[in-house]
């Protein structure tokens, strides 16, 4: 099935281009990365970044992708509300979306959740470590029972979601903070994965457990070809007492 | 407890200002019924309505509000995104937010749900009957294993809300189909109830039962008094390696 | 995928082979049309039925089954503690369940539930509608929003079982009630599926839509790879203080 | 309200009389301390032992028992399975339960899970802290935004359990690993609270967090009052076609 999936990494890529130490990690932009890890592993995918016009996510391109998956972070605001819009409507229609690090705090994520997404955060080069609480689900498929990150970013909750569908991560950060690192949602026919890992400046999309993480959630988060569900006034299907 | 919970009760209060049809079943308006229910019901109740300056819902009004009920149906448009965004913020921080009938499209629901919470509809005089699927749940307190209502307007699912924390109540409707009618979330700190019922021609929020289900959801969705999360940079709370 | 996967499909085989009424409806027994349903859709399926030895359920036949379906009635008590226990234990470790009809009563699956797996029932040929309201769910594919049953035994709320992890079905009924026909959970690392159509005197298994979804549901439930959990005794993996 | 609920605190209670080193920190029993805590907080309580006849849980004790909790740890096997019927009985009718500690491998825990239970464990005086992730939860009321407890003994994740309707808790342990460590159920019409602190030879229960969590958790679980269902052989509501 993976082979015919159509995947979007979509990248604000901007500290790549103005930082020699982001620049020094992800030198094509952090999308190459998470694109390639994507290709390897049987997706057809094609990248987008906030400088293209309509940040490279215009009608057709959506049209056309079973999975977006989004990274960003300094720029949310840059983001065209109008494009937002669009987004959020193919999700609903049933395009799966993975929410990728900072981007807990983009504009779609936010939207489709209708909480603040807050969290604690500090960047102090600590070790996390992400459990799998869920073995049974199937972005666990592969991987083992714990990852381990030598070098991280910290989230710490609370974070401020909604309580995930699924929960098949929790982080343990070095500093003493836990965080639920990997969670579900279905938002209208749309599934959407929020998955922790992935700092600017620590080469974490290049790894093998992340990338397979990623892959499985593109399987789970296509879309699955359920009825489109009619909304509006509607006819009895019984005959009603007069 | 209940006698110290303060309610604001809100209309949109066009229909019955409007129709002589409406104003014969709700001659004061129908958050003077609810409000007269939860009156009844030991609750600090006020009102606010939408043609009230900053469609009475202030900050004062808001600080001393522990839930807010919501009633609209053909103006959505007009409430502003300003006092949409007051409400959204008040509930995040913990107010309950009890969502009656039409509001399924308010925009403070839809905000708050990240869908579009559209659903089939059919005005046709039909019998709901809602059953009780969680029989353990508070807000089934003193309540029938169903609730027969013998004239009421159709919803019909595809609901399109996220899938509830807790579904409370299933409706059945006499022309075919059904409806998941008492749903609750929880949104940032905030506790928010739909509740079907309560269309604008039928004299449903006199019934003891209906108003007993809101009472019940009242106690609810009251603020539970748990930690204000702190958000942003955090130091460490164990020491980190070097 | 679904050309790999092997499927049990297990009958009680009592009402089939004592009622000239049910024999006429599954001359063959209820399995093997289930089985012939399920073959068709691509997987491989062997049966196993009560009054096999080891009810047909030996270690090697469950090591090899993906995902065992369920349909018992009458002679639930029958079925030995001992190959319950065996199954139950195959579930958690990741066998797919599907439960099916009046198998809501079966001891794998009250076992698995923790609860009394009590409904409302009546024979009397009445007309079920099975709605879809979560159509972004992969057991939704290829569905129509609803299902309609022309004659189907009605089983009615409150249906005592813990809240679903996903719903995607819920059920009208022409008598008035409505039942959560299609609910999924996650036991152990094993998923299980409860479907809710299919009578022994009513054709319902015949019924292409039927078979789809017990093949979508054989396609979500079936094991995912991921980690085997370690419990016992754990070393630190981190050093702690003195 | 509290001052009416009737808890009814139980204890395997071998540990304290067996061992000098749990005596000296709890000389009368665990339960007396978890009594004592909940009785200054308002609540009617009584204890009840596994030596006592019956274990101290008649028909009379439980009948009048709206919430019970239960510590167990080396004794399990020792509760009679017709006891431990009688429990999970009364919990399916509404009784609450809150299930401690090493409590995770009791036989009504297992039950009404219908999972193993299993989890990592280790004994090395280790720090944890349970991190509030629900804020807006009523058993945080009053509970800072994380309690820190010096020695504990570490429980890990996979905690083989369905995932809770409601994750209230979750540890950290300088061992690196992390637990889901308040868990909330509903089971029948019962409530079901897990809470992870609590081991014999430290003294967690006289800590105030702690007998304040206990507290909300007894509040949370009590009986609601909602209806009692029908089970059975069901008249239609509706007239049938013929």
Same mark, same amino acid.
């Given at each position: ?6 995947? &979007?990494? %979509?990248?604000?890529?901007? =500290?790549?281009?103005? *930082? $020699?130490?982001?620049? !020094?990690?992800?030198? +094509? ?39 977006? &998956?989004? %990274?960003?972070?300094?720029? =949310?605001?840059?983001? *065209? $509300?109008?494009?937002? !819009?669009?987004?959020? +409507? ?46 049974? =689900? ?105």
């Amino acid at each position: 099935m993976s082979s015919e999936l159509s995947v &979007t990494v %979509w990248n604000e890529y901007r =500290h790549e281009r103005d *930082s $020699d130490e982001v620049a !020094e990690v992800y030198p +094509e932009g952090i999308h190459a990365v998470i694109a390639e890890g994507l290709e390897e592993r049987g997706f057809d995918t094609r990248t987008a970044t906030l400088d293209d016009p309509e940040h490279g996510l215009t009608e057709g391109v959506l049209a056309d992708t079973d999975v977006l &998956t989004w %990274w960003g972070h300094r720029a =949310h605001d840059e983001v *065209s $509300d109008h494009i937002v !819009e669009r987004v959020v +409507e193919r999700v609903r229609e049933g395009m799966g979306l993975l929410v990728l690090h900072s981007a807990h705090y983009s504009k779609p994520f936010k939207s489709l959740m209708g909480t603040s997404c807050s969290l604690k955060w500090r960047e102090a080069d600590e070790r996390e470590r992400l459990w799998v609480v869920e073995p049974g =689900h199937p972005i666990a498929a592969g991987v083992d029972e714990h990852i381990e990150i030598p070098r991280a970013e910290m989230y710490g909750e609370r974070f401020d979601v909604p309580a995930p569908d699924d929960l098949v991560f929790t982080s343990w950060f070095e500093g003493g903070e836990v965080f639920r690192s990997g969670c579900c949602y279905t938002r209208g026919s749309g599934k959407i994965f929020y998955f922790r890992p992935g700092h600017e400046t620590y080469p974490i999309y290049y790894r093998d457990d992340v990338c397979d993480v990623l892959a499985n959630a593109v399987e789970w988060a296509a879309p699955a070809g359920g009825p489109e569900p009619f909304f509006g006034n509607a006819d009895p299907l019984e005959e009603l007492d007069d």
